[in-house]
């Protein structure tokens, strides 16, 4: 068929006139050719998946076209907005209408709002509590060995005191109490008479504050560390502590005497242990309470009387009950009985476990298991919730399962209380007491002291705890006094802490040592026994900081520590008065201490001070060198009453007196330069003073200063062979000499007698020697009055 063919039938078929039978068109073929090209190019454009949906809602008689530019003529607002109000021309439906949809959007809003509040809240609730427990996390981890501390050095504080007033005391009463307490222990000590137990002084003086928490704080120490005398012989408190069984027998005799007074307190008292606890277990179990358990004693469950004679520390009434229960206790009560002997009697042990791990375990009276562990030490790890119902019949039945010298098992004990719960579990920010308690009954009362310490009411009694026990022997000391407060040594047993007692100390007594100086000495006289990283006395050092830190113009505590020299005194430095004389011994005495406080004092260059303090230690020597530094930079200076050369003038006519009055060896060298000052502020207070020849004939004597220009190498040999002190002040020395000479000089032209030869050759004398000088002075390394000398030695020609 050929084109023509083709588009005759298709004419046809547009006029309805086809041979064949086929629906009608209405289009031509530029229009079918037109909308061919339309569909081609929508299908390129939408893609096959949305001609998909089109043919599939076009066949449900949807037209996605229109839907779509329906759905986009629609206007969304991006959050509630309330709907307008209505004009007055809206009918009353509307205005109804408005009005609910905007009720509605309100109430919307102001959930939306309250649920954003809630949600923040409770973020921030959140966020604190988990800061909260990484403080306290942090606070717990802030306990490194030893080797890695951080040394937090002592600034010095510039404190000046009014010397006309007496500055108030900064101990309350409560403070000062034990403060007076300390002195009389320290002056038995110092007399040497037979020392008191420190700590139960202690308690006995707690027990009158009106504390019935801190008292008894204090009578669990004293009970505690009743452990014999102090030792002789050097050991090391941690390792001792672990090792001894007396601190584990005490802390189960405490509990037991806490225990006993509870059930006397709630029971009709009564002497008899029997008696007492048969009537609290009548009282206790009755009716239901006694569904589980086995075995009675004359009526009454039996492994309850047992438990509670032992929790009272009765054990001769528990042996009583299980004679009572019949031959099938014996054997029990026969361990019991040997243990109270001292007697270990291994059979029957071996026989009571067998019975223990093939019955009693499963059992259900919890009495009668919990009797077995704690006399056997069966299942170390069972907690007995049914039977410790408070946290010291927990801690009682933990101690009574410890064996004699088992320090395993202690370590571990002292572990669980220290890390495992530690003071989130006891709530110690709010019952300290509670959390002291528990370490102090496992024997960690390094750390349990220093948790007292953070806080302002509780550290006063943490300082003297630390006291009471150093001075018995029991406190473990850091290795070195640079440490932090609490330490871990790593050559201690787990979980052992160890105490900066000296650290603690100066933090307490720093805030009263300058109001309450003599409370002070008796503080860190508590410290005698250690030394610093120099090995110095602790106690040296702190009275040496203590006077430096003071204030070196401060005399009042330099008067009131070391005494005031009586008056008239010149051969013997002799001091009336002085705190520091009542702790003199061998070790250390007020001449010691002098010499430290003086080191100090130079090394911070106040030498006025240093100057005394070294006279005080009788080292003559460094006094009259320090003296003679200091007379080499005021010498020069006119006297003007209460200035430092005028004290110093005083002070070397006193040393003068002194070194004509005794027989002392001083080094040549210091004795010819205090000499040499000591002439030259007399020649220069004479100068000053307008005894101009009076103070020639001084210099004179000192042969410094050449006559003529032949003595000029000698002087200039023996100016070498002077210290530097001397040297200093020649220069100075030339000015005054010059001016002397050159005042003479004008005052001899100035006559109005006729000049005769005895006139002329003193004029000519008097140049010679102004022309020496100046000789002297062009040949010295270094004279900064070069220029003024030679314009007086001008003047005289």
Request: one cysteine or more.
């Amino acid at each position: 068929m050929d084109l023509n063919t083709l588009l005759q039938r298709a004419q046809n078929l547009a006029k309805g006139s086809a041979e064949c039978e086929l629906p009608g068109v209405e289009r031509t073929l530029q229009q079918v050719l037109q909308a061919t090209e339309q569909l081609h190019s929508r299908v390129t454009q939408t893609g096959a998946k949305e001609i998909q949906a089109q043919i599939l809602l076009g066949s449900k008689g949807i037209d996605l076209p229109k839907l779509n530019q329906k759905l986009e003529a629609l206007q969304t607002g991006k959050t509630f907005e309330p709907v307008e109000a209505a004009n007055a021309d809206t009918d009353v439906s509307t205005f109804l209408k408005n009005e609910r949809e905007n009720a509605i959007l309100s109430v919307i809003e102001d959930t939306n709002k309250n649920i954003s509040d809630s949600v923040n809240k409770q973020k921030w609730g959140n966020l604190i509590s988990n800061w909260n427990e990484e403080k306290t996390r942090l606070l717990d981890a802030l306990i490194a060995p030893s080797q890695n501390f951080i040394d937090l050095q002592r600034l010095p504080e510039q404190i000046i005191l009014n010397p006309d007033s007496s500055p108030p005391s900064c101990l309350d009463k409560l403070s000062l109490k034990y403060a007076q307490e300390l002195c009389q222990y320290n002056g038995l000590v110092l007399r040497g008479r037979p020392r008191p137990n420190l700590v139960q002084r202690f308690a006995q003086l707690a027990s009158q504050f009106g504390d019935a928490r801190l008292a008894e704080m204090w009578m669990l120490l004293a009970c505690v560390t009743q452990v014999g005398e102090v030792p002789t012989t050097p050991c090391d408190p941690i390792k001792s502590r672990q090792q001894r069984p007396e601190f584990v027998q005490h802390a189960k005799t405490y509990l037991e005497r806490r225990y006993r007074l509870y059930i006397s307190s709630v029971m009709v008292a009564s002497a008899d242990s029997y008696q007492l606890v048969r009537n609290y277990v009548s009282q206790r179990f009755n009716g239901q309470q006694i569904i589980g358990l086995v075995d009675t004693a004359g009526g009454k469950p039996l492994w309850p009387l047992i438990y509670y004679s032992l929790r009272c520390g009765a054990v001769d009434t528990a042996v009583e009950f299980l004679r009572e229960a019949g031959p099938s206790c014996d054997e029990f009560a026969q361990l019991i009985a040997d243990r109270q002997a001292g007697v270990v009697n291994s059979k029957i042990e071996s026989q009571l476990k067998l019975q223990y791990a093939n019955k009693i375990r499963n059992t259900t009276d919890a009495y009668k298991k919990a009797v077995y562990c704690i006399l056997l030490g069966c299942d170390t790890n069972e907690v007995h919730g049914e039977v410790a119902k408070t946290i010291d019949d927990f801690l009682w039945i933990k101690l009574a399962m410890l064996r004699p010298g088992d320090a395993a098992g202690y370590s571990h004990l002292q572990t669980s209380f220290i890390e495992n719960y530690g003071e989130k579990y006891f709530n110690a920010s709010q019952q300290p007491h509670l959390y002291f308690q528990a370490l102090a009954l496992t024997g960690q009362f390094e750390a349990a002291i220093e948790f007292l310490s953070r806080t302002d009411a509780n550290r006063v009694h943490a300082v003297h705890m630390a006291i009471a026990l150093n001075e018995l022997g029991i406190l473990g000391g850091v290795r070195s006094v640079a440490q932090p407060l609490l330490t871990i040594d790593i050559a201690d047993p787990t979980p052992m802490r160890r105490l900066n007692l000296a650290r603690l100390i100066r933090l307490y007594v720093q805030r009263f040592e300058s109001t309450d100086t003599a409370e002070a000495l008796h503080y860190y006289y508590t410290l005698r026994n250690l030394h610093d990283a120099k090995g110095r006395n602790m106690f040296l050092t702190c009275v040496c900081d203590l006077v430096v830190d003071s204030g070196v113009l401060d005399t009042s505590i330099f008067d009131l520590i070391f005494g005031q020299r009586k008056t008239g005194i010149v051969a013997d430095q002799e001091l009336s008065g002085g705190l520091f004389r009542q702790f003199s011994c061998p070790e250390f005495d007020t001449q010691t201490i002098a010499g430290l406080v003086a080191d100090e004092l130079v090394a911070r260059g106040s030498f006025e001070m240093a100057v005394r303090l070294y006279d005080m230690a009788g080292k003559l020597n460094l006094a009259l060198k320090h003296i003679s530094i200091l007379l080499a930079q005021v010498v020069q200076q006119p006297a003007v009453e209460g200035t430092l050369r005028a004290r110093l003038s005083l002070e070397t006519e006193r040393y003068s007196k002194l070194l004509s009055a005794r027989n002392t060896e001083i080094e040549p060298k210091i004795l010819i330069s205090f000499s040499l000052l000591r002439d030259l502020l007399k020649f220069f207070d004479n100068y000053n003073e307008g005894k101009h020849l009076v103070a020639l004939e001084q210099l004179d004597h000192t042969r410094l200063i050449p006559n003529n220009v032949q003595e000029v190498d000698e002087c200039l040999v023996n100016v070498r062979r002077l210290s530097g002190e001397v040297i200093k002040v020649i220069p100075d020395v030339m000015v005054a000499a010059m001016d002397i000479i050159h005042m003479k000089y004008k005052q001899m032209r100035s006559g109005t007698e006729p000049v005769s030869i005895m006139h002329y050759e003193q004029t000519q004398q008097l140049r010679e020697r102004a022309k020496a000088i100046a000789n002297m002075a062009a040949t010295m390394p270094y004279c900064p009055t070069n220029q003024r000398l030679l314009q007086l030695e001008l003047l005289m020609h």
